[in-house]
């Protein structure tokens, strides 16, 4: 017999519990945060330089070159920097210091921004940590304010098969037997 109609009701009830998921999100009142510090290759910025000229900023938070998954979703964000950019700024924050970030993101081409927090100030501030108080990988979203006034509005952990490494989801179905 096939399973066919349970996976599609399991897809279902999936994709509803990801739109309760994103109403969630936007119910959840917005919490300010200060203007954070991060090491670049040229210099150094404060959070609100990672905005550009836009209001809006999506951080991905990158356990470093230790973290497999993280790899995975950085490669892939290249496919996606324009659209991201369209919307807001947009920048990926590594754990690792800047000798190591540095030589990994010009061997990806990566075309966005990479940062160093070695801190962890931003991870802390997005609730990114796990339960050793070590980085855990992640996405994090702001809004700034005409004042300049930062607010963190959303924030979602990387978990093998959340949905932000394509890559994981299909080589799931490709390893089902």
Known sequence: MSSAPNIESLEGQILNIEDHLTGLHRADPPQPVGDLSFRGESRDYRLSDLFGRKSD???????GVSCGFCAQVAEGLNLIVPDLERHGGFALVSSDPLDLLIPVARFQRWRFRAVSDPTHQSFTVAGLLNSNGEPAPGVSAYKKAS????????TARFEAGSGFSQVWRSLDLLLAH
């Open 57 to 63: 900023l999506i951080l991905f938070h990158s356990r």
């Open 147 to 154: 004042d300049g006034s930062v607010v963190q509005v959303a």
